[in-house]
DNA sequence: TACGATACATAGACTCTATATGTATGTCAA
DNA sequence: TTGACATACATATAGAGTCTATGTATCGTA
């Protein structure tokens, strides 16, 4: 589906911004950025567990132990004082890409 | 300045975007992506040549040696027809990924 | 002659996704 | 009781690609 660059210059972005609306856990994202994409963002766990591991070890987030309403294990996630810094950096950035391309992509239709 | 998943993941749309509105070389590819984003994007040749040459073994754009006005050659780029789909791909897939950000960041702010 | 801008090229260290594979467990239907 | 599915987290490796460094080349200007 998707470049592997564009996965990775969003996954994290996407994670710390849906952490920002309160801590969740690595199914939940998965699922919560497929509902937002309309099905068209489909990462795996694969993908997604060694993403939340590197920014847990930069410091970006933090884990906790807890369990779901019926018994099973979850590893719960959110967000650091430094990973609302880095979304706002992330979000910067994006938007100055972001601008370049969609300034570009205006003039092809002059 | 940027962090180098989000150069992987902009370079390629930006560089066929830029290539849309007429053949151009290195150098000024460098100049233009720096121009439009305010001087944000600083882009260095030793980043830049190697993916104007994948790009090229790929077969989304060209090259032919030319020269300048003042005689110093000059290897100018264009697109190939290959090189416009994979534009509106690239657009495609920026834009699904911008919107679920900006969603995202829209309900933070209500 | 030296410097800066212009112009293109390539190698290696390092990073990281896709893919594969693994373990675990709760619910539901047969 | 068993099997399938969804749920839940984990880790390793091949392969791809940027950053950084370094290289060669050449035109204009001081």
Redesign the pocket.
Known sequence: ????????AS??PLILSLLAKGES???????EVKERSGGKLN????????????MENRGLIK?R??E??????????SLKKDGKTAMAKHHEHWMLVHSVLAGLKKEQYV
Not at 1 to 8: P, S
Not at 25 to 31: E, L, V
């Open positions: 589906m998707l470049r592997k660059e564009l996965v990775a996954a994290e856990y690595g199914y939940a994202i998965i699922q990462w795996t766990d694969g993908m997604l567990y060694p993403v939340l591991h590197r884990a132990w807890g779901s309403e019926t018994g099973r294990k979850r590893k719960y996630y």
